[in-house]
C-alpha cells in the first residue's frame, strides 16, 4: 500500500527550530523528486521545497535560507530542517512527490507564535 506518513512538527516561538521527517511506503522512491508542501486554512497548498533524485534542491523565496530539504533513500525518507521560523510559517505541512502525484498522507501542523 502506497503512503506517507509525515511527523516532527509542534509549537514554537520566532526563531526556533524543527525538523520534520516523511516515511514514504513506495516502490522506487530513490527516482521520485519528492517535495515539502504547506497548507493553510483557506489557502491552496505550497510547494516551499524539493529534492531531485540527485539530491539538487529547490526552495520558494519564502522559506530560502533558513529550510533546508534532504533525502534518505535507503530508509525512503525526506527531511525538512526548519531554522528561524517566523509565525508566518505556521500551517500543516505535507511530503509528496514534486507533482503531487502520491495519495496525501495526514501532515504534521507546525505552529510559530510567541
Known amino acids: 500500500q502506497v503512503h506517507l506518513v509525515e511527523s516532527g512538527g509542534g509549537s514554537v516561538q520566532p526563531g526556533g527550530s524543527l525538523r520534520l521527517s516523511c516515511a514514504a511506503s513506495i516502490l522506487a522512491f530513490n527516482r521520485y523528486e519528492m517535495g515539502w508542501y504547506r497548507q493553510t486554512p483557506g489557502q491552496q497548498r505550497e510547494l516551499v521545497a524539493r529534492?531531485?533524485?540527485?539530491?539538487?534542491?529547490y526552495y520558494a523565496d519564502s522559506v530560502k535560507g533558513r529550510f533546508t530539504i534532504s533525502r534518505d533513500n535507503a530508509q525512503k525518507k525526506v527531511f525538512l530542517q526548519m531554522n528561524s521560523l517566523k509565525p508566518e510559517d505556521t500551517a500543516v505541512y505535507y511530503c509528496?512527490?514534486?507533482?503531487?502525484?502520491?495519495?496525501w498522507g495526514q501532515g504534521t501542523q507546525v505552529t510559530v507564535s510567541s
Open positions: 529534492i531531485t533524485s540527485g539530491s539538487s534542491t
Open positions: 509528496n512527490s514534486a507533482t503531487g502525484s502520491i495519495p
